[in-house]
T-cell receptor, first 112, second 116 residues
């Protein structure tokens, strides 16, 4: 099973809202990732968690707040987003630091 | 530094034609890993193949085949007898053992359109 699940599939939020994106994997992977992807562009890395600890933050604005409650779950808390944050947000997991990344279906976020 | 170049931005073929997607990479690592992903309109990045730098064997999986050549730093992907369902954006990606550990470097992607 190489499935990574993400909820919700679509999200529309205002600039003053607080929302959360959720990601789950049951492959026993110890590295989990958040990516942001704009249309017609490759995914851009935002955060990496390794063994439930934040190991990489790609200078992401503080209005994005990641959380890894356990080895299977990854959340991305959103607050006071801007319209330019509208994008596809992808979660991925891998066995190790350079393992194959398996991606979830993504959450399409629209910020009004 | 790492870099992945997919020079073909868009390719359009007619069903049953063969098509090759090019990928050229740069890395200073002696051990590295190359990947191809497919992204259909639904958005999910689907893993297709992983190739380790120390394994230059080419691979065939059904209609898909991959040609890895370290001498030219290329990892090209061929679809034989293309089908409409192959229409998607295809990304080539690189992960180095030491450089940017934990980070994948993606090419800009090639949009493949297969017409019936």
């Amino acid at each position: 099973d190489t499935e990574v699940t993400q909820t919700p599939k679509h999200l529309v939020m205002g600039m003053t809202n607080k929302k959360s994106l959720k990601c789950e994997q049951h492959m026993g992977h110890r590295a989990m990732y958040w990516y942001k992807q704009k249309a017609k562009k490759p995914p851009e890395l935002m955060f990496v968690y390794s063994y439930e600890k934040l190991s990489i933050n790609e200078s992401v604005p503080s209005r994005f707040s990641p959380e890894c409650p356990n080895s299977s779950l990854l959340n991305l808390h959103l607050h006071a987003l801007q319209p330019e944050d509208s994008a596809l947000y992808l979660c991925a997991s891998s066995q190790g630091r350079v393992g194959t990344q398996y991606f979830g279906p993504g959450t399409r976020l629209l910020v009004l | 530094a790492q870099k992945v170049t997919q020079a073909q931005t868009e390719i359009s073929v007619v069903e049953k034609e063969d098509v090759t997607l090019d990928c050229v990479y740069e890395t200073r690592d002696t051990t590295y890993y190359l990947f191809w992903y497919k992204q259909p309109p639904s958005g999910e990045l689907v893993f297709l193949i992983r190739r380790n730098s120390f394994d230059e064997q080419n691979e065939i999986s059904g209609r898909y085949s991959w040609n890895f050549q370290k001498s030219t730093s290329s990892f090209n992907f061929t679809i034989t007898a293309s089908q409409v369902v192959d229409s998607a954006v295809y990304f080539c990606a690189l992960r180095g053992e030491n450089t940017n550990a934990g980070k994948s470097t993606f090419g800009d992607g090639t949009t493949l359109t297969v017409k019936p």
